[in-house]
């Protein structure tokens, strides 16, 4: 399994921006479809979007939808998630994850970053 770290999180206020950061280690980012996802306290993790292995194609949950925006650096091993429009219900524990098969949105992920905080104050 790769490597992920995450990077960029920290306490916004409503409608600001975020930019968060992934970087891959341990393998070639451009060998593994990529998504991110959230779980806020006292909910279940929730898909927010991914992106193919040559950053091509993306797919988003319905909640980010027209506000994120996932891309990939695969020459720097690196995917990002602009987060624009923030709003309070954003407020969660942001994960990297990252599986090799390129089928499939939103499942099958096998390998995981720690996370990092974004909080968005109303």
């Known amino acids: 399994q790769v490597r992920l770290v995450e990077s960029g999180g920290g306490l916004v206020q409503a409608s600001d921006s975020l930019r968060l950061s992934c970087v891959v280690s341990?393998?070639?980012?451009?060998?593994?479809?990529m998504g991110w996802f959230r779980q806020a306290p006292g909910k279940e993790r929730e898909f927010v979007a991914a992106i193919n292995r040559g950053g091509t194609y993306s797919f988003y949950g319905f909640s980010v939808k027209g506000r994120f925006t996932i891309s990939r650096d695969n020459s720097k091993n690196t995917m990002y998630l602009q987060m624009d429009s923030l709003r309070p219900e954003d407020t969660a524990v942001y994960y990297c994850a990252a599986k090799e098969d390129d089928i499939g949105w939103t499942t099958g992920y096998d390998s995981w970053g720690q996370g990092t905080q974004v909080t968005v104050s109303s």
């Open positions: 341990g393998g070639t980012s451009s060998t593994y479809r």
